[in-house]
């Protein structure tokens, strides 16, 4: 018991310090500027990866540091390959690390932190559990943080979890990146194109999900009469 208080103290110590610096230093306001941002990387030559994948990871341990702006730079700084495989691996990361700390520190504690947020789900089956993170990982208003941590809570393996936010993040980390690419050399036709692709991206599952959830209450109806 004593560990784990030790352990949330300086877990929220870490990530206040984490926070302020970047307020601070202005690091904040240039993560919301896309062309600031991406200079930065650029500028920071071979360490410019490193700083992707770290600034990624931040993003998803504390909430109110934006990543979508970080995965537009490191798109428009490396291009569609590399930019979604430094997004993917900091996202990923990120999300393991979140995991690993609810395991760590408890349901009480993330629920301090995220209150009505953190969903509840008395889910167990390992399989429903997988799909659901997946699909939570294909919807980009759905808080990734909030799934990441609520994860930690559920009696997902960290296998099979980490399997389900890669398989998940793939594809819009990749339009992400394609998007920043384009935003940066001004092809306007391709964005738009982008923006198509990651409008699909998200309203496909929601249809999928309109459907089976029309069908099942129908279903439901007919049983009754």
Sequence with gaps: MRVR????????????AAYRLLQETGAMAIMADGRALRQFIVEL?????????????LAILVSPIPSAPIAL??????????GTTYIVLGAELGALAAFGLARLLGHDVVHRWFGDRLPNTRLRSQGALMAVVFASRLLPFISFDVVSYA???????????????LAGILPASFLLAHFG?????????????????????TGVPLAVHFLRERTRKRDASALDR
């Excluded at 208080?5 to 206040?16: K, P």
């Excluded at 071979?46 to 992707?52: D, E, K």
């Excluded at 730079?73 to 590399?82: L, Q, V």
């Excluded at 384009?182 to 306007?188: H, K, S, V």
């Design 5 to 16: 208080i030790l352990a949330t103290v300086a877990v929220v110590l870490l990530m206040v």
């Design 181 to 201: 690419g384009e935003m940066a050399t001004g092809e306007l036709d391709k964005i738009a194109f982008a923006v198509l692709a990651l409008g699909l991206l």
């Design 151 to 165: 994860a930690g809570l559920t009696t997902l393996t960290l296998w099979r979890f980490a399997l389900a936010t």
């Design 73 to 82: 730079a490191a798109g428009a700084a490396y291009g569609h390959t590399w």
């Design 45 to 57: 030559g071979v360490a410019g990866p490193l700083a992707v994948i770290g600034l990624m990871t």
